[in-house]
C-alpha cells in the first residue's frame, strides 16, 4: 500500500492517480437531508467489525479501503449511493445498478440506494460483504 503524502488516502499502487481532497466526512455531507446522514451511519454500524477497513474521505465521496478500494459511499440530493465491487456480476432486486466498471474491465460495480435509515436489510450487508471481500484479495 502507497500512501498519498498530500492527501494521507491509501492506494494499492505507489503513485496512483487521483483527486486530493482536503474535506473532511462531515463537509462531505454538508447540506444533505439528515435522513442521508442516518442512511451512513448505518453503513458505518455494519461494516464496523470488517478490518481492515479504511474509511476516508474523496473530493465528493468517502472510499471504504482495504487492500483496494471497494467500495465508494457517495451522498446525493436525496439518497445514499453505495457503490462497491466484484470480479463477477451480481443479480439481486435489492441493486439499484450492476454494470461493468468504467475504470477497468476486470470489475463490476453495484449501487445500493438508500434514502433513510433502517433501509440497510441484512440482505444488503451480505451484498456488501462481496464487495468487501473482493478488495480484500
Not at 474535506?23 to 478490518?51: H, R, S
Not at 453505495?82 to 451480481?90: E, Q, S, V
Request: glycine share 4%; proline share 7%.
Amino acid at each position: 500500500m502507497w500512501t498519498c503524502p498530500k492527501c494521507e488516502r491509501p492506494f494499492r499502487r505507489e503513485g496512483q492517480h487521483h483527486y486530493c481532497s482536503e474535506k473532511t466526512i462531515d463537509e462531505i455531507f454538508e447540506g444533505k437531508p439528515d435522513e442521508v446522514v442516518m442512511a451512513f451511519d448505518d453503513v458505518l454500524i455494519a461494516t464496523a467489525e470488517w478490518e481492515p477497513n479504511l474509511i476516508t474521505p474523496a473530493r465528493k465521496a468517502i472510499m471504504f479501503t482495504n487492500k483496494k478500494a471497494w467500495m465508494v459511499v457517495r451522498p446525493m440530493t436525496k439518497v445514499l449511493e453505495l457503490a462497491f465491487f466484484t470480479d463477477k456480476m451480481i443479480h439481486s432486486p435489492l441493486l439499484h445498478k450492476s454494470t461493468l466498471d468504467h475504470m477497468g474491465k476486470k470489475k463490476y460495480r453495484h449501487t445500493i440506494r438508500l434514502s433513510g435509515p433502517d433501509e440497510l436489510t441484512p440482505e444488503a450487508v451480505l451484498l456488501m460483504r462481496k464487495g468487501y471481500d473482493w478488495g480484500n484479495r
